[in-house]
């Protein structure tokens, strides 16, 4: 049987390479895998009901949500091998939210990190914040997922998703897949360009700290040029002692394929300034066509059709899960 992925990114913002680098280069490579020969079958979804989690404005959200379609469609998903659909097209993910909200612990949500960065310091947090992880596991675990790839900051909610099919599974009989994680050895955690000590993050107030897929050239040159370094001039990849160089050192060698000792070699004994120069324009080089694709699609309503069929397929898949759900639980069964 084909090997189920699932991913979501969050349409809370524009896409950052942190966002493309982390998570969804890897989505448009697991669409096929040669080199095991197996199949695999990928469900990409637009988690507009995790960005709602905090405050969002409804008309530049529903931009969002086709500007990230046509993203994914941009980078190279290809709808006869993905199945693309956005969150709230399938309401299964807010019935089996629910549902996992009466399997998890008030305990086990208290120690999400991402929560507790995204309340810190906030005099009003949404509930949904809180409850977003049960909503996340609904995602996975409604398609049977084998494999779900993500970058570094998923991986806690990953293991509550794991956590909270096997509570099921035990409590109400074998219902769920239990998922594996997925996350590159490079790129998973691309840190912020303002603070290498914080990861590159869409929703970061200062735009500076984040290079998007769709910043122009001038404004990909100047936030590179801007970024900060360490205290040397040297380009070396030290993590404990150069966090910003090595992360600027990982972004280019991801960008261009090159190994990352390939790339210091070529800059030893050179300062900063031309690397920062170079690698701006590698990334300018990378994100052209992708954007010129972009504009393509965005234009053209091709996304709208492929969010329809693709929220018909998922739906079906979703339902049979839940349907199944209901039953080992009691609910609806009288019907029958
Ligand atoms: P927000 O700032 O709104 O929380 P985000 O930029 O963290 O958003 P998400 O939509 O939450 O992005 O994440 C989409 C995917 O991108 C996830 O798999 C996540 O792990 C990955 N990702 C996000 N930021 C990074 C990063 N800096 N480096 C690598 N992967 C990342
Ligand atoms: N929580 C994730 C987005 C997300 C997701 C998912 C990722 C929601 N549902 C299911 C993988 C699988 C985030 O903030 N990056």
């Not at 084909?2 to 493309?20: D, E, H, K, V």
Request: with cysteine; glycine share 8%.
């Amino acid at each position: 049987m084909a090997r189920r992925i699932f991913s979501g990114i969050q349409p809370s913002g524009q896409i950052t390479l942190g966002n493309y680098l982390g998570a969804l280069k890897q989505f448009v490579q697991l669409q096929s895998d040669p080199q095991s020969g197996q199949d695999l079958d990928p469900f990409y979804c637009i988690v507009d009901l995790h960005a709602i989690t905090v405050p969002q404005d409804p008309k530049q959200l529903s931009g969002r949500i086709l500007d990230l379609a046509s993203l994914y469609l941009a980078v190279g998903l290809d709808p006869t091998r993905s199945t693309l659909f956005v969150q709230s097209d399938v309401s299964a993910h807010s019935e089996l939210g629910w549902i996992l909200q009466c399997v998890g612990y008030m305990g086990e949500l208290s120690r999400m990190t991402q929560f507790k960065e995204k309340s810190e310091g906030k005099e009003s947090i949404l509930t949904g914040l809180f409850t977003y992880p049960a909503l996340m596991a609904a995602d996975i675990l409604l398609y049977q997922t084998d494999i779900v790839p993500v970058g570094d900051d998923q991986k806690q909610h990953l293991e509550l998703t794991r956590d909270l099919a096997e509570r099921f599974n035990s409590r109400f009989g074998e219902t769920f897949t239990i998922p594996e994680v997925m996350t590159l050895e490079q790129g998973a955690r691309i840190m912020s360009l303002d603070d290498p000590s914080k990861k590159m993050s869409k929703s970061n107030p200062n735009p500076q700290s984040r290079v998007e897929l769709l910043d122009t050239p001038d404004e990909i040159r100047k936030k590179i040029s801007r970024a900060v370094t360490d205290s040397d001039r040297e380009v070396r990849y030290d993590l404990a002692m150069k966090p910003a160089v090595s992360n600027l050192l990982v972004i280019y060698a991801l960008t261009t394929g090159e190994s990352v000792a390939d790339v210091e070699a070529r800059y030893e004994g050179k300062g900063y300034g031309d690397f920062k120069k170079e690698l701006a324009e590698a990334v300018v080089a990378h994100l052209e066509p992708i954007q010129a694709r972009f504009r393509e699609v965005r234009a053209s309503g091709e996304v709208q059709r492929v969010l329809q069929e693709g929220a018909q397929r998922a739906q079906g898949v979703a339902a049979q899960t839940l349907a199944q759900v209901k039953e080992r639980m009691g609910l609806g069964v009288y019907r029958r």
